[in-house]
C-alpha cells in the first residue's frame, strides 16, 4: 500500500479482555517496529520485527503482551487481559532494513480501556 | 544501549522568533539522525534527516546538522511560524537496531 496502515483506529474495550491490533506496513519494508504513546508522553519501543531475525522483543512491558508477524508483512499486537495502564496509542512503523532509512509511522490505534 | 536526550518542553515562542531544540544522543558506531514531527491530532511524520557526520538535513525552512564531535544533532528554525506549533521527537537509528526516539519537545508559536 502507500502508506503503513493500522486497524483500528479508535477501539474501546472492558477491562480484562484481549485486543488485537493489526498493522500492514508498506510493500516491501521488512523492518517493522511498535511503540506506545500514552497521553502527553514520548514514544516507548514495545517490538522490533527485522527481516527473518529475531523479533527485538526487550520493550514488551508485561507478558500481557505479545506481536507477531505473519509471512513478513502484516503484524498483529495482542494484548492479553487488558488493564487500564494499556490505554494510549499504539504506533506501527516500517523501514527498509539496514540503519540508513527512515521508518514511516501509520496513524495509529487508539486503546481506550475502561 | 543506544539513548537520545532533548531539551524538555513546552518551548514557547512568538512567530518569526528564531527556533532551536537541542538534541544529543548516545550510540555505538554510525547511527542515522532523524528529526520526527507530530502535528496536533496528527501522526508522526518525518521531518529531516543525516546519515553521516557533518551531513544536514533540511527541510520546511528547518535544519540539523549531524556533529559526531559533540554527538548532537539540534534542530533550528530562523523564522518560526504559528503552523509550526507541534511535538518534535529527536530519534536515531544504528545499523540493524531499532529506531531511540527522545521523550519529545513540544512547541508552542504565537501569533
Known amino acids: 500500500g502507500a502508506g503503513v496502515s493500522q486497524s483500528p483506529s479508535n477501539k474501546v474495550t472492558e477491562k480484562g479482555k484481549d485486543v488485537e491490533l493489526r498493522c500492514d506496513p508498506i510493500?516491501?519494508?521488512?523492518?517493522l517496529y511498535w511503540y506506545r504513546q500514552s497521553l502527553g508522553q514520548g514514544l516507548e519501543f514495545l517490538i522490533y520485527?527485522?527481516?527473518?531475525?529475531?523479533?527485538?522483543k526487550s520493550g514488551l512491558p508485561s507478558d500481557r503482551f505479545s506481536a507477531e508477524r505473519t509471512g513478513g508483512s502484516v503484524s498483529t499486537l495482542t494484548i492479553q487481559r487488558t488493564q487500564q495502564e494499556d490505554s494510549a496509542v499504539y504506533l506501527c512503523?516500517?523501514?527498509?532494513?539496514?540503519?540508513?532509512?527512515?521508518?514511516?509511522f501509520g496513524q495509529g490505534t487508539r486503546l481506550t480501556v475502561v | 544501549g543506544n539513548s537520545v536526550t532533548q531539551m524538555e518542553g513546552p518551548v514557547t515562542l512568538s512567530e518569526e522568533a528564531f527556533l532551536t531544540i537541542n538534541c544529543t544522543y548516545t550510540?555505538?558506531?554510525?547511527?542515522?539522525l532523524f528529526w520526527y514531527v507530530q502535528y496536533p491530532g496528527e501522526g508522526l511524520q518525518l521531518l529531516l534527516k543525516?546519515?553521516?557526520?557533518?551531513d544536514k538535513g533540511s527541510n520546511k525552512g528547518f535544519e540539523a546538522t549531524y556533529r559526531k564531535e559533540t554527538t548532537s544533532f539540534h534542530l533550528e528554525k530562523g523564522s518560526v511560524q504559528v503552523s509550526d506549533s507541534a511535538v518534535y521527537f529527536c530519534?536515531?537509528?544504528?545499523?540493524?537496531?531499532?529506531?531511540?526516539f527522545g521523550k519529545g519537545t513540544m512547541l508552542l508559536v504565537s501569533p
Open positions: 512503523a516500517s523501514s527498509l532494513v539496514g540503519g540508513r532509512g527512515e521508518a514511516f
Open positions: 510493500s516491501g519494508h521488512t523492518a
Open positions: 520485527f527485522q527481516g527473518n531475525s529475531a523479533p527485538d
Open positions: 550510540a555505538t558506531g554510525y547511527p542515522s
Open positions: 543525516a546519515t553521516k557526520a557533518d
Open positions: 530519534a536515531l537509528r544504528g545499523g540493524y537496531s531499532t529506531l531511540t
